[in-house]
């Protein structure tokens, strides 16, 4: 199943992911075909166990996939080694995490600066860098404080500066509304529409939340097994909601 | 690229456990390097040894005495260019607790056989002219706040006066030595007045001679004369050994025990238990920060990166203690002279000892560090994001 071939950023063929446990294999990915155009925002939905996450994973480069291609801009990341799949993933992708997944040492603005510390910004670069991705997603204000001293929700936010600061063309985000109150979630899938509409990011949203999918320009379903399903176009009206 | 930020600011997270393990490592390196110190300075005799003295004692024992009739005996072998008696005092300044060495030897002949001796203040005339007189180590000296013209009472344990009153020497001169070969903590005085007060009955104790040490002159070979002084009295009355300086000052140290295996020991094992120490304390604190190294390496930093997170985190903690252990150790150093520096004359953290505590700390740092860092190195990214926090 194929949506915008044309213009397709994120190209899949063939993918495939079986994990073994307890000496059973479990195909998670099966012979996926799937194309995305650049400037979309997907939702990917589908019942527990379908591989929604997995698929993520293997598009960010966090999971190989067994068998096929992922090309992404054009380059096969399931060809690159461990080294040039982290050099990838720190120029071209920022994730965003239900769990947020900010370190908890550091300040708001240091774990919105560490994908930066990849780059060859200069500290005082950083900085600005990092404090212009903060007020993007308002909470300039809280930079010094530790997610410990941060909402929900503005984990979530500062986890969305962290995801953007390095500019990358392609967001990855799994569930990041799963572990919010409803306002939160609101707030935080506003923010990913502003990325999406303003900046042109391109994102997929991993979720359970059909409300959050309403608020993606395509629903892509996944079915159990690991195949893909329907692709829903959203209306414009009720993704703006 | 490291983030270092990270480093110190994941250190100084649970900021009573990082307190406790540089403190414990801080004294296991202050002991390491008091031990080793204390083994320095009882082989510190044996190291610079002269070549060309030769020490003759009993055969039987170091503690048994040999005849007075050696000495001019023993100067007529040839090569042997001049020799001062010793003899052990065994006595105390005041109160037992005050002891140091001194040795009744002949005053001229000390300074001959003794080259690197010399005196820092008095003269050594004055040392010649007065048979009561002594000169004493500038650490003891300094210890008992002994000044040149002073009368110096040392209570004699092995000869005791008749009445119990001390022996009352003059002190002629302080000295110093150029080499560990002689301490600084000794006291030397005239042979010839420990004789006289034996005659005398003003004391009483054995009248032989503990050593003599015998001087090669140039062009002849210690162990030659150390063959024909054994072959001299092969058939007594008192069979003698003679010996190297150095392999005496070795049976002297062995006469305590194998202090340097047993101080090794001891210390080898604190170094031991507190690799163990810090391992579990970089395990813990690995094993924390499991979700952090995933999310690292989602962003993108190396497996290399996050090997170099933890093992630089090993490396700061156990850089902290170590440096904290060798500044005690190097402060302490005047306090533990002035307890037990006569015990271990010459006592000094020297930087040969501080250079093994700085790889000693290395080696711990690296060892408590590889396991969790290469642990982190091979997490899975999709792994370590599924740890708990």
């Known amino acids: 199943m194929k949506d915008a071939t044309a213009a397709a950023m994120i190209r899949l063929r063939g993918v495939t992911k079986s994990y073994s446990r307890g000496g059973e294999t479990l195909t998670v990915l099966d012979r996926l075909d799937l194309d995305m155009e650049r400037g979309g925002f997907y939702a990917l939905m589908g019942p527990s166990g379908s591989g929604k996450t997995t698929l993520l994973n293997v598009i960010g480069g966090l999971d190989r996939c067994d068998e096929g291609s992922v090309e992404i801009e054009g380059e096969d990341i399931a060809r690159m080694n461990g080294p040039e799949l982290a050099a990838w993933r720190a120029e071209k992708v920022g994730f965003v995490f239900q769990g947020f997944n900010l370190i908890p040492v550091l300040t708001a603005q240091e774990n919105v600066e560490l994908p930066l510390l990849l780059t060859k910004l200069s500290r005082r670069e950083r900085h600005e860098h990092a404090l212009l991705a903060l007020e993007l997603v308002g909470l300039a204000d809280r930079r010094k404080h530790r997610p410990s001293q941060l909402s929900g929700g503005q984990e979530q936010r500062v986890a969305i500066a962290r995801a953007l600061v390095s500019d990358p063309s392609l967001v990855l985000a799994d569930e990041p509304t799963g572990d919010l109150d409803r306002k939160s979630a609101d707030d935080v899938l506003a923010l990913l529409q502003r990325l999406n509409r303003e900046f042109q990011k391109t994102i997929l949203m991993v979720t359970h939340d059909i409300e959050a999918a309403q608020r993606a320009r395509a629903i892509v379903h996944m079915d159990k097994g690991g195949t893909l399903g329907r692709i829903e176009r959203v209306d414009a009206e009720s993704s703006r909601s | ?389």
């Not at chain 2, 024992?61 to 040999?66: D, K, M, P």
Request: aromatic share 10%; charged share 15%.
């Open chain 2, 1 to 389: 690229m490291i983030p270092f930020t990270l480093v110190t600011k994941n250190l100084a997270k649970h900021k009573l456990r990082f307190v406790l393990t540089v403190l414990s490592l801080a004294v296991a390196i202050f002991l390491l390097c008091v031990l080793r110190s204390l083994v320095v300075a009882l082989n510190a005799g044996v190291a610079d040894a002269a070549a060309n003295r030769v020490i003759v004692q009993s055969r039987v024992s170091l503690f048994v005495q040999l005849p007075q009739s050696y000495g001019p005996k023993l100067a007529q072998v040839d090569g042997v260019e001049c020799f001062a008696r010793w003899n052990w005092f065994g006595g105390y300044y005041q109160d037992p607790s005050n002891f140091f060495a001194q040795f009744a030897t002949d005053p001229k002949e000390l300074f001959d056989v003794y080259p690197e001796i010399y005196l820092v203040e008095g003269s050594k005339a004055d040392f010649l002219a007065n048979r009561k007189a002594c000169v004493v180590g500038a650490e003891t000296a300094a210890k008992y706040g002994v000044r040149v013209g002073d009368t110096f009472p040392i209570i004699g344990a092995l000869y005791p006066t008749a009445d119990g009153s001390a022996w009352d020497f003059q002190v002629a001169g302080i000295y110093r030595s150029k080499k560990k070969s002689v301490d600084e903590n000794t006291l030397f005085f005239h042979y010839e007045f420990l004789e006289k007060s034996l005659e005398s009955g003003f004391a009483s104790g054995p009248s032989g001679v503990g050593i003599f040490v015998l001087k090669v002159a140039p062009g002849f070979q210690p162990v030659e004369v150390m063959s024909e002084v054994d072959a001299m009295f092969e058939n007594g009355p008192q069979v003698v050994q003679a010996t190297s300086e150095s392999e005496f000052q070795a049976q002297f140290v062995s006469m305590v025990g194998n202090v340097p295996l047993l101080v090794s020991s001891i210390g080898g094992g604190v170094m031991i238990a507190i690799l163990l120490a810090v391992l579990n304390t970089m395990l813990m604190s690995a094993r924390e920060q499991t979700r952090d190294i995933g999310v690292l390496k989602a962003l993108g930093f190396t497996d290399g990166s996050v090997f170099g997170v933890l093992i630089l985190q090993s490396f700061v903690l156990c850089g902290l203690g170590g440096l904290l252990g060798i500044v005690l150790a190097k402060m302490s150093e005047p306090a533990v002279v002035k307890g037990i520096g006569s015990m271990f004359p010459g006592y000094q953290v020297t930087n040969p000892t501080l250079l093994e505590a700085v790889g000693a700390t290395a080696a711990i740092g690296f060892l408590a560090g590889i396991a969790p860092a290469l642990r982190a190195r091979a997490l899975s990214v999709i792994d370590a994001l599924r740890a708990v926090r």
